[in-house]
């Protein structure tokens, strides 16, 4: 375990690694910053998205992001420098926010929305279809939404409530993008401080959970064991993900609001971890537009780069 990166992240959160880029991105959630970091020069660009964004995607297309934020979901592209909004399926300025997300197998987006001033609050997880027009409800009653993964067959679902420190799985019907028979698959209450946050999953499909407020990283069998337990030198860490030349190194995302950081001065750092085990990169965004009527774009903000 070591830091890869001096982010000072607020809350980091949602990291992608890009090998064809050399690239990890990830957003700083109340900043409503977008980072880029050019891993082999530690070179950073910062971007100004002007909204919270709580989980993104690379597209397949490589035109850019897109992402969950809170009046739900837009695009950022690389070449304009730009983002705007694709579908607002809840409405605007409601009080509910985009929170965790990710892509399956087919490249649709899905996120779970949260309430900013109650996250005990049932929410929902909504699923951006491929043309970026139609937001489907697809989960109800998930109050805040963190670590949505796929099993490596894509026969299960699974979605953490960190409000309710449960994860919960459901059998998924890929083609279709359905899933049925919720159940619960862990209550973390049972073994660990903190709450469960952003995840992945590896190629024997055991979960990696890290626990918000409980600087710890765990490894969770499809059976729902406690197989590893990792402590980390943050007290908030947010998210891993698969990372290096044969995806068996972790790079963890945290956040420094709130903590004592006499007592974890890494905090909003971004760590790497090296593994015995492989994972796979995130899945992208199959982006094909329809040609609805969607809402203009917003003005460019200026970027800088950090070095």
């Known amino acids: 375990m070591k ?11 949602s990291g992608i690694w890009d090998p064809c880029t050399q690239q990890y991105y990830y957003v700083d959630i109340l900043k409503k910053t977008m980072h880029v970091l050019h891993v082999p020069s530690k070179s950073r660009k910062d971007y100004c998205v ?3 964004v709580g989980a993104m995607a690379l597209c397949s297309n490589g035109e850019g992001l ?9 695009m950022w592209n690389f070449q304009e420098c730009r983002f705007r909004m694709l579908v607002t399926p809840y409405g605007v300025n409601t009080g509910w926010r985009m929170n965790d997300g990710g892509c399956d197998s087919r490249g649709r987006f899905w996120a779970g929305r949260l309430f900013k001033t109650d996250e005990t609050r049932p929410g ?5 279809e491929t043309d970026g027009c139609t937001a489907t409800r697809v989960i109800e009653n998930i109050c805040c939404t963190n670590g949505i993964l ?16 449960k994860i919960y799985v459901w059998d998924y019907e890929e083609e279709s993008g359905t ?53 980390l030198p943050v007290k908030r860490p947010t998210q891993p ?14 956040a420094h609001l709130d903590v004592d ?31 609805c009527l969607c809402p203009p774009p917003s003005s460019s903000c200026p970027t800088r780069s950090c070095h």
């Open 66 to 74: 897109v992402m969950a934020v809170e009046d739900g979901f837009g």
């Open 150 to 165: 796929w099993s490596p067959d894509n026969k299960l679902l699974y979605c953490g409530d960190s409000s309710m420190k």
């Open 3 to 13: 830091i890869f990166y001096e982010a000072g992240a607020e809350v980091g959160k």
């Open 241 to 254: 993900v698969w990372y290096g030349n044969n995806l068996d190194e972790l790079l963890i995302t945290s």
């Open 179 to 231: 899933p049925c028979n919720r159940r619960l698959f862990m209550d973390t209450s049972r073994y660990f401080q903190g709450v469960p946050d952003g995840a992945t999953i590896d190629n024997n499909g055991f979960l990696w959970v890290c626990f918000f407020d409980g600087h710890k990283l765990v490894r969770i069998s499809p059976e729902g064991y406690v197989d590893l337990v990792m402590d």
């Open 261 to 291: 950081m006499c007592q974890y001065p890494q905090s909003g750092n971004i760590l790497w971890l090296k593994t015995c085990f492989h994972g796979a990169l995130k899945k992208k965004y199959n982006y094909r537009p329809c040609h």
């Open 124 to 128: 929902e997880i909504y699923r951006l």
């Open 50 to 52: 002007g909204t919270m």
